[in-house]
C-alpha cells in the first residue's frame, strides 16, 4: 500500500500516531501550544468509533484518561507548562496503580503562565520529579514532526508493555512545525497491547509471577472485579500498611524501568565516532545542534552530538562512555541548566561540562551555539 | 451466619471496616448493596468509584470493579470510565470535603453534563480522616480542630447544588431514615443521567465530640428529630416546621444522557 504523505506539524502527528498506537480515548483541557492535539483527537476519535472529552480542567483530563485506560481504552492527554504542573498528581496515581496513559506535554516558556506561544525546555526535571515520592519514568523527546508521530507510537506501546504513565515530551518548535511527513501503512507499524488475564484464570491484581514485572491487567467490567488505589497495596491490589510489603513494591515498580534501560534508552549520535567534543542537546534544539556541528565541522573542528531520545530514564552509561573520549561536553537546553546536571553527574569529571541556554522565549540559534562552543574551545 | 447480603455484596475478607464506633457510613454503604441487589444489577458491570476520606474507603470493601482515586478527583475519574465503557453501572462514593470542596469543580461540571453517574455523599459536615477539620457543609457557628472559635463559613447546600449545576436526579437523606434513603439510592441508581444522593452521617468521633452533640444514639435522634421528606412539611402547619431540615427526593426529570448523546455522535459519522 502506497505511504501517505502529509505536511504535518508536530501536535497533528501526533494525534496521528496515537491513532496508528491504538488511542481510543482522549480527554484533557485546551491549552496553547498543544491544543492542536485535543481539537484533532475531537475531530477524529468519533469517526473511529473512539471518545474525546474535553474535561473541565487539567486533573480532570488525566484523571478521565486514567479512568477510560482501566476498561481498557488506550488514553491520551495533552497539556503544556501550567497543565501539567496540575497533572502531578495523578502522574503520581498511574505509575502507583500502574495504569497506562500517555501525558503530552509541548514545552512553552516557563514559570507560570510564562510565554504561552514561545518555546522552553524547562520542564525536563518535572517530568522526572514533578510527582511527590519516587517512582518509575519514562519520558521521550521528539526533534521532529516525523519523530513525533514515531515517538507518540512508542509512547503508547512503552505505557502498555510496562504499565506506567510514559510522558511525551515535545517543545513548541517542534508541536507548531510543519515538516513533509510519510505516514506507514498500519500494517508497518508495531503495536503493543497490554497483556491481559484469561477468563477463568485467578486473577491477583497487581500479582507477578517468576521473573517477570509487569501484572496482568484486566478491563473493569471484564469479569475481574478487582480493587485500585493510590494507597500502597500487597499483589491483591488492596491497601496494606506494611512497610515490608511496600518495599517490595516499590522496588518492583523501580525494577519495571532500571531492569529495562536497554529496551527502553534511545538516543542518536551524529558525528561522534572521531569526535573531541560533544553537544548535547534535545528536542527542538537538538536541530540548532545539527546545524551548528555542520558549520564547526566545515572549520575542520572535531565535535559530535548526542541526543537523547529517551530523557528518563536518563542514557548514563552512553553519556559517561562519550565523556571519556571527548575533552568537553556542552549541553544545549532551552532553560537555565537541567540536563546539564545530569550530564555532570553521569559524566562524573571525566571531561569539562559546560551549558548553553536561555529561557526567554527564543529558539537557541547555531549561531548563538557556535558562539558558546568556541569560549568552551 | 453472615447476612446473605454481605455474602454477595462485600468482600467479608476486607471487614471489619476501618470506620470508628457510632459512624453513620456503614448504614449508608449497605444501603448501596441494597439498591444494586434490588436493582438486579450485574455485579461484573457495577463499578464504584471513590476519592480520598472516610466514606471512600467504601469501595475497598464492595465486591465490584473498585477505583480508589485521587482527593476529589473520583468523579473525574468516573467520567473517563463511564465514557469508555458505557455498558458500566458507575456509582461515585464521596464525602463532603471531597465532593465539594477539593472535588467541587468535577462535582458541577459532572452534574452540567448529565453523565450517567450516580453520585453519593456521605456528608458527616467535618474532615474525619484528618481528624475533624471543619468541611464546606459544617455549619456556621459550629467547631471543627481548624475553626476552634466556631466556623464563620455558610456551608453548602449539596444536593441543591447539584441541582443548580444540571443534574436531573436529586435527593437528600439521612443515617437514620434507611427504608427511605433504600428507596432514593434505588432510584438514582436506576436513573438515567447525573443523580446524587447526598446521605447525612453522623461522626460523632470528631464532629461530635468537638461539637458536644452527645453519643451517637443522640446524634442518630438528631437525625430523627431534625429531618423530614418535604412532601410531609408541605402539610404541616409553619410551627412544625420550625428548625428541621427537609429530605426526600427534590429532583427527578429527563434530559439526554451524556454518553448517550456521544454515542449519536459516533453513529452519525458512520453513515
Known amino acids: ?250 522496588n518492583r515498580l523501580m525494577a519495571k524501568i532500571e531492569d529495562n534501560l536497554d529496551d527502553l534508552i534511545t538516543y542518536e549520535e551524529v558525528e561522534v565516532a572521531d569526535a573531541e567534543y560533544l553537544i548535547v542537546s534535545y528536542g527542538g534544539t537538538a536541530r540548532t545542534a545539527k546545524a551548528a556541528i555542520k558549520t564547526l565541522r566545515n572549520e575542520g573542528i572535531k565535535v559530535g552530538l548526542f541526543r537523547p531520545i529517551t530523557v528518563w530514564p536518563f542514557p548514563e552509561k552512553q553519556v559517561a562512555e562519550l565523556s571519556k573520549k571527548v575533552k568537553n561536553i556542552l549541553v544545549a537546553e532551552l532553560n537555565y541548566g537541567q540536563m546539564v546536571r545530569e550530564v555532570e553527574r553521569v559524566v562524573k569529571g571525566n571531561c569539562d561540562v559546560r551549558h548553553c541556554g536561555k529561557a526567554n522565549g527564543e529558539v537557541l540559534t547555531p549561531e548563538e551555539l557556535i558562539r558558546a562552543f568556541k569560549e568552551v574551545l | 451466619m453472615n447476612h446473605p447480603l454481605a455474602e454477595g455484596f462485600f468482600r467479608m475478607e476486607k471487614l471489619p471496616h476501618i470506620w470508628c464506633p457510632g459512624c453513620g457510613h456503614g448504614i449508608i454503604m449497605a444501603s448501596i448493596a441494597r439498591a444494586i441487589d434490588k436493582l438486579g444489577l450485574d455485579k461484573d458491570k457495577v463499578c464504584i468509584v471513590s476519592g480520598i476520606g472516610c466514606s471512600s474507603r467504601a469501595p475497598g470493601y464492595m465486591d465490584f470493579n473498585t477505583l480508589h482515586t485521587t482527593h476529589g478527583r473520583a468523579l473525574a475519574f468516573a467520567t473517563g470510565v463511564k465514557l469508555a465503557n458505557p455498558e458500566l453501572e458507575v456509582i461515585v462514593i464521596a464525602g463532603d470535603g471531597d465532593l465539594s470542596a477539593i472535588g467541587g469543580n468535577h462535582l458541577i461540571h459532572a452534574a452540567r453534563r448529565n453523565i450517567g453517574l450516580t453520585t453519593i455523599c456521605f456528608n458527616n459536615n467535618i474532615y474525619g480522616m484528618t481528624g475533624g477539620q471543619y468541611s464546606p457543609t459544617t455549619p456556621t457557628s459550629e467547631k471543627g480542630t481548624t475553626a476552634p472559635y466556631g466556623n464563620i463559613d455558610k456551608p453548602f447546600d449539596i444536593t441543591q447544588l447539584a441541582i443548580g449545576a444540571g443534574a436531573t436526579y436529586a435527593a437528600k437523606t439521612t443515617a437514620y431514615h434507611v427504608p427511605q434513603m433504600d428507596k432514593l439510592m434505588e432510584a438514582a441508581i436506576a436513573h438515567k443521567g447525573f443523580s446524587l444522593v447526598e446521605a447525612i452521617s453522623i461522626c460523632p468521633t470528631y464532629y461530635g465530640r468537638k461539637n458536644k452533640k452527645g453519643s451517637a444514639v443522640d446524634m442518630m435522634n438528631f437525625l430523627k428529630d431534625s429531618f423530614i421528606d418535604h412532601k410531609v412539611a408541605e402539610k404541616l402547619p409553619p410551627e412544625k416546621k420550625e428548625g428541621k431540615f427537609l429530605i426526600g427526593e427534590f429532583l427527578n426529570k429527563v434530559e439526554p444522557e451524556y454518553t448517550e448523546q456521544y454515542d449519536k455522535i459516533i453513529a452519525q459519522l458512520k453513515k
Open chain 1, 1 to 250: 500500500m502506497a505511504k501517505k504523505v502529509k505536511f504535518l506539524q508536530g501536535n497533528e502527528a501526533c494525534v496521528e500516531g496515537a491513532l496508528m498506537a491504538g488511542m481510543t480515548f482522549y480527554s484533557g483541557y485546551p491549552i496553547t501550544p498543544s491544543t492542536e492535539i485535543a481539537e484533532l483527537s475531537a475531530e477524529k476519535l468519533p469517526r473511529i468509533g473512539g471518545k474525546f472529552i474535553q474535561m473541565e480542567d487539567e486533573i480532570a483530563g488525566i484523571a478521565a484518561a486514567i479512568g477510560a485506560s482501566l476498561t481498557g481504552a488506550k488514553a491520551m492527554t495533552a497539556t503544556s507548562g501550567p497543565g501539567f504542573s496540575l497533572k502531578q498528581e495523578n502522574i503520581g496515581y498511574a505509575a502507583l496503580a500502574e495504569v497506562p496513559v500517555v501525558i503530552v506535554n509541548v514545552q512553552r516558556g516557563g514559570p507560570s503562565t510564562g510565554l504561552p506561544t514561545a518555546p522552553g525546555q524547562g520542564d525536563l526535571m518535572q517530568a522526572m520529579w514533578g510527582t511527590h515520592g519516587d517512582h518509575p519514568v519514562i519520558c521521550l523527546t521528539p526533534d521532529s514532526v516525523k519523530e513525533t508521530f514515531d515517538l507518540t507510537i512508542r509512547a503508547f506501546n512503552l505505557a502498555e508493555k510496562y504499565r506506567t504513565p510514559v510522558i511525551l515530551l515535545t517543545d513548541e518548535i517542534t508541536g507548531h512545525m510543519r515538516e513533509k511527513i510519510e505516514i506507514p501503512d498500519a500494517s508497518e507499524i508495531e503495536v503493543y497491547n497490554r497483556i491481559k488475564p484469561n477468563q477463568g484464570d485467578e486473577y491477583k491484581a497487581y500479582k507477578v509471577y517468576d521473573g517477570d514485572l509487569v501484572p496482568k491487567m484486566a478491563d473493569f467490567g471484564s469479569g475481574f472485579r478487582y480493587h485500585v488505589t493510590g494507597l500502597m497495596h500487597d499483589e491483591t491490589g488492596f491497601p496494606s500498611n506494611s512497610t515490608k510489603n511496600a518495599g517490595v513494591l516499590m
